[in-house]
C-alpha cells in the first residue's frame, strides 16, 4: 500500500530532481480543480491577471491527497500583504508578528499570505529574533522557493494551480504523507525555537492525520518543551482551541503527554492525571472521547464544559483542601474553583465568558446531589442545569460512584409534573428515615448494669 501511494502521489521522475520543485501536473495527482473553494480559486485567478503569481497552498492541499475535506483553504502570493487589499475591498490586514490577509468572497474568508524569505535575505522588511531564537516579527517577503523552505513541515509545503491543475512539491512532502510522517522543514531545534508553537502543531497534525512524528522532528521537542512558557497565554488559548476542538482531541492529547508538552499547557493537572488510582486520567480521556464524538456528530461543543473537565482533578485537590480546612462544601468548591482558573490563566489566558460558565459546572456538582424538597424543581430551571447534569454523567461514565444521581436527573427530566413530585417525596421519606435512624438511641445490652 505504501510502494503504491508513493506512486501515485510523486512520479518517480520527479521524485529524482534536486534542483527544484517536484511538478506532478493533471493525471500525475488525485486533485482535481473541484476539489478547490471558489472563493479560493477566484481569488487566485484575480491576483494571476493582475500580473501576480498565487497558488492555494498547505494543509488544504496536504488533507485533499489524504482524502479529507479542509474546512479553509490559504492562497499564497507574491503580493504585498498592502498590494493584495488594493485588489480586494473587502478585506483587511491582521497580524502584527505575521501579517496576513482576510479576504471576505462571499461568505467564505480566505487568509492571502506573502511569500516569505529567510531573514538573511536583503531587502523586504525586517524580521525580529528575541535572545533565544523565537521570531517576534515574521515579515520578511520573498520568492516562492524561500517561502517553501519557510513553511514548518514538508506535508504543508505543496501549491497548486487551479487553472493548470499542477501541483508543486518543494520539500518532498507527498513521499512524507504516503509514509504518514511528520517532518518539519530544516533544522528542528532551529525551527521549534523560532516558534515553539510548532511544538504544538506538530502534536496537532499527528494526532489529527494518525501521522508518526520523524525521529529527528522529535528529538528536540522534550527538552525546548519549557519555551513555550514564553509565549503569550492568549496565543496559547487559540491553539489549545485548535488542539482541542477539533474533533481529534484523544489522539491529540496522548502526542502531547508523549512529548511532555500537555504539563506546558496544564501544568498543575499533568502531574494529577496518574493518581488517585487512574481516575483522574479515565476522566479526562473520557472528556475528550465525549467532545471529539459530539464533533463527528456536529452537535455543538463548549470551550467550557472541556476546560471544567479537563481542571477538575485540580478543583477536587483543592476543594478537599479547603474541607479538612473547616469550610462547608459550597464555599469550599467555589474557592477552589477561583484558586485554580487563576492559576491556569497564567498559562493559558481563559476569557471571562468561559471561566465563569466552567465555575458553574462545578458549583452545580455540589447542588445536584442536594434535590429535597423544591429544590429540584429550582434547579432544574437553572440556565447551568444541562451543562451540571452533563458533568455528573461524565463523572459516572468515568467510573465515580454517585449513587446513581445521574440516573435520577435523567428521569426526573423525563418525568411529570405528578412523577416529579413522587421521585422527591420518595427522597424525602428516605432522607427523614436516615435522620430517625441516627437520632435512634442504642439499646444497652443485657447485663451491662445500665438503666
Not at 492555494?56 to 498590494?83: M, Y
Amino acid at each position: 500500500m505504501l510502494k503504491k501511494l508513493i506512486r501515485i502521489f510523486v512520479p518517480k521522475k520527479s521524485r529524482s530532481r534536486q534542483d527544484g520543485p517536484n511538478i506532478l501536473k493533471a493525471g500525475e495527482h488525485t486533485i482535481k480543480s473541484r476539489h478547490i473553494s471558489s472563493a479560493a480559486s477566484k481569488i487566485v485567478d484575480i491576483l494571476e491577471e493582475n500580473k501576480f503569481q498565487a497558488y492555494v497552498v498547505g494543509g488544504c492541499i496536504r488533507d485533499i491527497l489524504l482524502d479529507r475535506h479542509p474546512k479553509d483553504f490559504d492562497v499564497a502570493t507574491n503580493a504585498t500583504p498592502e498590494e493584495v487589499k488594493a485588489l480586494f475591498r473587502r478585506s483587511r490586514i491582521v497580524g502584527r508578528r505575521f501579517q496576513i490577509v482576510h479576504v471576505h468572497m462571499g461568505r467564505d474568508i480566505v487568509e492571502v499570505t506573502t511569500f516569505r524569505a529567510n531573514h538573511s535575505a536583503s531587502g523586504g522588511r525586517q524580521g525580529v529574533r528575541s535572545d533565544q531564537g523565537m521570531l517576534l516579527r515574521d515579515n520578511v517577503f520573498g520568492d516562492i522557493t524561500e517561502d517553501a523552505q519557510r513553511r514548518d513541515f514538508t506535508v504543508n509545503a505543496l501549491y497548486y494551480q487551479p487553472r493548470s491543475n499542477t501541483l508543486y512539491d518543494y520539500a518532498n512532502g507527498l513521499d512524507d504523507i504516503a509514509r504518514r510522517q511528520l517532518r518539519i522543514i530544516g533544522d528542528p531545534e532551529t525551527r521549534f525555537r523560532e516558534d515553539p508553537v510548532r511544538m504544538l502543531r506538530a502534536a496537532r497534525f499527528a494526532g489529527k492525520l494518525g501521522f508518526s512524528v520523524e525521529a529527528a522532528t522529535a528529538a528536540p521537542i522534550g527538552a525546548l518543551a519549557p519555551l513555550l512558557r514564553d509565549i503569550p497565554p492568549a496565543r496559547l488559548f487559540d491553539e489549545w482551541l485548535k488542539l482541542f476542538l477539533s474533533g481529534y482531541a484523544l489522539d491529540t492529547f496522548h502526542v502531547l503527554r508523549e512529548f511532555g508538552l500537555f504539563e506546558e499547557l496544564f501544568p498543575s493537572i499533568d502531574p494529577l492525571l496518574d493518581s488517585d488510582d487512574g481516575f483522574n486520567l479515565r476522566f479526562v480521556e473520557q472528556a475528550l472521547g465525549n467532545t471529539d464524538a459530539r464533533i463527528r456528530d456536529g452537535k455543538r461543543v463548549t470551550p467550557a464544559f472541556l476546560l471544567a473537565a479537563l481542571l477538575w482533578p485540580m478543583v477536587v485537590k483543592v476543594t478537599r483542601h479547603y474541607l479538612e480546612r473547616g469550610e462547608n462544601p459550597a464555599m469550599a468548591v467555589q474557592k477552589a474553583g477561583g484558586q485554580v482558573v487563576a492559576q491556569q490563566i497564567d498559562r493559558i489566558a481563559i476569557p471571562r465568558r468561559f471561566s465563569m460558565p466552567m465555575r458553574e459546572i462545578w458549583d452545580m456538582q455540589q447542588r445536584l446531589p442536594l434535590r429535597y424538597g423544591r429544590r429540584a424543581e429550582h434547579l432544574v430551571e437553572l440556565p447551568r442545569f444541562r451543562a451540571g447534569y452533563d458533568f455528573i454523567l461524565l463523572r459516572e461514565q468515568a467510573g465515580e460512584d454517585l449513587g446513581g444521581l445521574g440516573r435520577w436527573w435523567t428521569l426526573y427530566q423525563e418525568a411529570g409534573d405528578s412523577e416529579r413530585l413522587t421521585m422527591v417525596k420518595a427522597l424525602d421519606n428516605k432522607s427523614e428515615g436516615d435522620k430517625r435512624r441516627r437520632r435512634r438511641p442504642r439499646r444497652p445490652p443485657a447485663g451491662s448494669g445500665q438503666s
